[in-house]
């Protein structure tokens, strides 16, 4: 049976890329973001879900568990991005831990209930989580709470449901493009490499990690 799969942010540019690398693997895929989904979209397609509330981000799973017919594997995508200094607005560090820790904290609870034995989840943290630099602090604490939170379910879950994240460096999108067009983008990070991480760590074939922050920090093809 081809591999179900949940995608947090699955209609931003990541999660778009995560979802092109799961259909390529076989798998079948159902996105959820806070976006409204694209007009006709069928069930598989969940957009306007706020993940920062617990019930939302529970209807969400169950209605796309429901559309692939169960669920075997999550990517939780959903995030964002803020360069803010201590001095600055005080308001990014609630942000950056609603969209990055507690969008993922929703939907890791709801895939422990609802996820078959032998499932994975896979988290997005960031190597910022490991040493972060000026004006990174919201995003990087944010990250590696993202990061210990995953160390903490691998142990939680027993195995059962294997439980890993990856950690990018800047990965090149458009919207990093535009915030930071004096950057050299050929060391950055290529969505697709993130995406082909994501679909390993989620397989069969990764069945002996559980627990692991797996940097992912090659510019990738």
Do not use: H
């Not at 806070?34 to 069930?43: E, K, M």
């Not at 990055?100 to 910022?128: E, K, P, Q």
């Not at 993202?146 to 439980?163: D, N, P, Q, S, Y």
């Not at 999108?173 to 993130?194: C, E, H, I, L």
């Amino acid at each position: 049976m081809p591999q179900r799969v949940l995608i947090t942010g699955g209609l931003g540019t990541l999660g778009a890329a995560v979802a092109r690398a799961f259909e390529a693997a076989g798998a079948s895929v159902a996105l959820i973001d806070l976006a409204p989904a694209p007009a006709g979209a069928g069930p598989t397609r969940i957009g306007g879900v706020d993940l920062t509330d617990p019930a939302a981000a529970e209807r969400a799973f169950e209605a796309a568990r429901a559309a692939l017919g169960g669920a075997d594997a999550v990517a939780n995508i959903a995030g964002g991005f803020t360069w803010e200094k201590i001095e600055g607005d005080a308001g990014a560090w609630r942000r950056m831990f609603d969209m990055n820790l507690t969008s993922c904290l929703n939907m890791c609870r709801a895939a422990a209930a609802g996820l078959s034995d032998g499932g994975a989840i896979v988290n997005v943290s960031a190597a910022a989580s490991e040493r972060a630099a000026a004006g990174m602090g919201p995003y990087a604490a944010s990250k590696a709470a993202v990061a210990r939170l995953t160390e903490a379910l691998a142990v939680e879950l027993g195995g059962r449901i294997r439980v890993n994240a990856v950690a990018p460096l800047t990965m090149d999108t458009p919207a990093n493009r535009r915030d930071m067009p004096s950057v050299d983008p050929k060391s950055w990070t290529t969505p697709a490499a993130v995406a082909d991480t994501i679909v390993f760590l989620a397989s069969p074939q990764s069945r002996a990690i559980n627990g692991a922050l797996v940097p992912v920090t090659n510019p990738g093809v």
